[in-house]
């Protein structure tokens, strides 16, 4: 996968150096190439920026850097034997970054990144670069940041984790928060290690029982419970044929019960058992 990011900042992307992503980008699996949007103006004060038409507070990036530099990264990319671009431009004004989307970036051969800072970019260039590409305008929460470098590195963490060979376990993510098939909807549960007694605290029997069966049911059981106390809206809007009857149960015991269209919520005086 080939990675551009364009920013004002581009000692903000030196994390990028650093842990999985640093390693597989010396194992040749991630192509990272961070560009200074400044290279691209051409006044002496190196302007990126101008006052707003239809006025306004703050400023707003201006098209002719950006352009520039997105066509220079482009052709160096096609020169360079890359493929099948997309935008993402991270915006609190776009779609919620999941981890289904982080999956979907995650099957692309080339992301492009466009942290914003002021304002924001001059929507023309995002129109513009959509008439050649795919762009995903994505969000990381509802708050706002002073730039979209840190947006940049959340995305891309959790992207390039879900590359092939980045992962020592291929299928660790499998069981992670949200992710696609059974733990879709779902927080993973609490996790435990060595030793089996810390400071007059025990981890739970059945981590030691050595069944398979009832550790797997164990770990969905406090999937639910995790989830339906810190996450309660993850369950009533998950489809109920996502619950079989040992969820259904579970659910029950945690003061949950459907509802008229059959999805899940919490009953008035529930009391966790």
Request: glycine letters at 10%; aromatic letters at 8%; one cysteine or more.
């Amino acid at each position: 996968m080939r990675l551009d990011v364009v920013t004002i900042f581009p000692e903000y992307l030196e994390p990028l150096n650093v842990s999985l992503v640093g390693k597989a980008r010396a194992r040749g699996q991630l192509d990272v190439h961070v560009h200074d949007l400044r290279q691209w103006t051409y006044d002496r004060h190196n302007t990126v920026d101008d006052t707003p038409y239809g006025g306004g507070p703050g400023m707003v990036m201006k098209t002719e850097p950006w352009g520039d530099c997105l066509d220079d990264a482009l052709a160096d990319g096609y020169d360079n034997g890359a493929h099948g671009p997309v935008l993402v431009v991270p915006t609190p004004s776009g779609r919620p970054f999941t981890q289904e989307l982080a999956v979907e970036l995650s099957e692309r051969p080339w992301l492009i990144f466009t942290p914003a800072r002021y304002e924001g970019i001059d929507r023309r260039v995002i129109d513009e670069y959509a008439t050649r590409m795919p762009v995903y305008e994505v969000s990381i929460g509802d708050y706002v940041l002073a730039g979209g470098e840190a947006a940049v590195l959340v995305v891309t963490e959790a992207v390039a984790r879900l590359l092939p060979g980045v992962l020592g376990n291929a299928a660790s993510h499998q069981d992670d928060s949200f992710a696609p098939g059974a733990m879709a909807n779902l927080l993973e549960g609490p996790v435990y290690t060595k030793p089996p007694e810390w400071r007059g605290r025990d981890i739970p029997e059945v981590l030691l029982s050595g069944h398979h069966g009832k550790i797997a049911r164990w770990r969905r059981d406090e999937a639910l419970r995790r989830t339906t106390r810190n996450r309660p809206d993850l369950i009533e809007r998950t489809d109920p044929k996502a619950f079989d009857k040992k969820d259904r149960e579970m659910l029950s015991i945690l003061g949950w019960a459907p509802g008229p269209d059959g999805r899940f919520g919490p009953t008035p005086d529930a009391v966790e058992e």
